[in-house]
């Protein structure tokens, strides 16, 4: 199974702030790197797809980079409504596999 | 406007089976692999099987093989996941979610405790 290591597992900032979150990959997964944003009692929604595509109607404040097993998700200039928690997902290879989950809290 | 709407979870005793539905709507169904992923009280997201297109090819988490089956009706524009000899750790939010990852319905909730 592709592992997903996940960092850092909680982030603390302010708005206006901007942060990185990286996901490291086992092995090479390609291109079928996904982040995503999810809120308290709420599903999962994507903001990222192939590592770097922006979802539809998701800020340009967003953007993933990355390539063969290292990936980053950076929000530049923190908004009140992006503290949430955000995963990484592999779908290269099944079991896809998620990262831990990375907490952003308020400062 | 795409919605995926899970339903059939609830209280279940450990041993016990369910039968989670979930409808779509505003894309091509037919086309699109589709997936359950789980998610534990306060825990990650831990993907749980998939099922293609025509319905031919499924895959599960070794955690969940041999328990649970995932099935479609493109008729029904309808992805089912069959949930048998359930344990306290399959306790969770299941998530019905359409090709890789793209759409994610709102959940249904499972919960195994004698």
């Known amino acids: 199974d592709i592992q997903m290591t996940q960092s850092p597992s909680s982030l603390s900032a302010s708005v206006g702030d901007g942060v990185t979150i990286t996901c490291r990959a086992s092995?090479?997964?390609?291109?079928?790197l996904g982040w995503y944003q999810q809120k308290p009692g709420r599903a999962p929604e994507r903001l990222i797809y192939a590592v770097s595509s922006l979802q539809s109607g998701v800020p340009s404040r967003f953007s993933g980079s990355g390539s063969g097993t290292e990936f980053t998700l950076t929000i530049n200039s923190l908004q009140p409504e992006d503290f949430a928690t955000y995963y990484c997902?592999?779908?290269?290879?099944?079991?896809?596999?998620f990262g831990q989950g990375t907490k952003l809290e308020i400062k | 406007e795409v919605q995926l709407v899970e339903s059939g979870g609830g209280f279940v005793q450990p041993g016990g089976s369910l039968r989670l539905s979930c409808a779509a709507s505003g894309f091509a169904f037919s086309s699109y692999w589709m997936q359950w992923v789980r998610q534990a009280p306060g825990k990650g997201l831990v993907w749980v099987s998939r099922?293609?297109?025509?319905?031919?090819?499924?895959n599960y988490a070794d955690s969940v093989k041999g328990r649970f089956t995932i099935s479609r009706d493109n008729a029904k524009n309808t992805v089912y996941l069959q949930v048998n000899s359930l344990r306290a750790e399959d306790t969770a939010v299941y998530y019905c979610?359409?090709?890789?990852?793209?759409?994610w319905g709102q959940g249904t909730k499972v919960t195994v405790s004698s």
């Open positions: 979610v359409a090709g890789p990852f793209d759409f």
């Open positions: 099922i293609n297109s025509d319905g031919i090819i499924t």
């Open positions: 092995q090479g997964i390609g291109s079928d």
């Open positions: 997902l592999q779908h290269n290879n099944y079991p896809y596999t």
